[in-house]
């Protein structure tokens, strides 16, 4: 689903957006994210910040870049494009190319 998002929302207005349009609840986004509801709320409510682990989870979520929820910062929003299941070569190939070209270190 591509994501209507506006560049001039902030984190916490993005998430609540794409929760809506996805039509989940609260209570079950906490519990896609694995934590607990008053987490989650303080996220979408914007006063808490997400870590990186919760920003893949909900990138994977919502189908969207990670870089969707700080286009209001970064300017970097990007054409919507899927993300597919992949190796992980495949997904770092992804990354890279969603970064700009930065290097990533293969383990």
Do not use: W
């Amino acid at each position: 689903m591509a994501s209507s998002v506006d560049k001039s929302q902030s984190f916490s207005s993005c998430l609540k957006a794409l929760r809506l349009q996805s039509e989940i609840s609260q209570v079950d986004m906490a519990k896609k994210l694995g934590v607990a509801r008053q987490t989650y709320l303080d996220l979408e409510r914007g006063k808490t910040e997400p870590r990186y682990s919760v920003l893949l989870k909900l990138s994977l979520i919502f189908n969207v870049p990670i870089n969707t929820f700080f286009a209001h910062s970064q300017e970097l929003l990007v054409e919507y494009i899927p993300l597919k299941k992949a190796t992980n070569i495949q997904l770092m190939s992804e990354l890279q190319s969603r970064l700009g070209g930065i290097e990533c270190e293969s383990r």
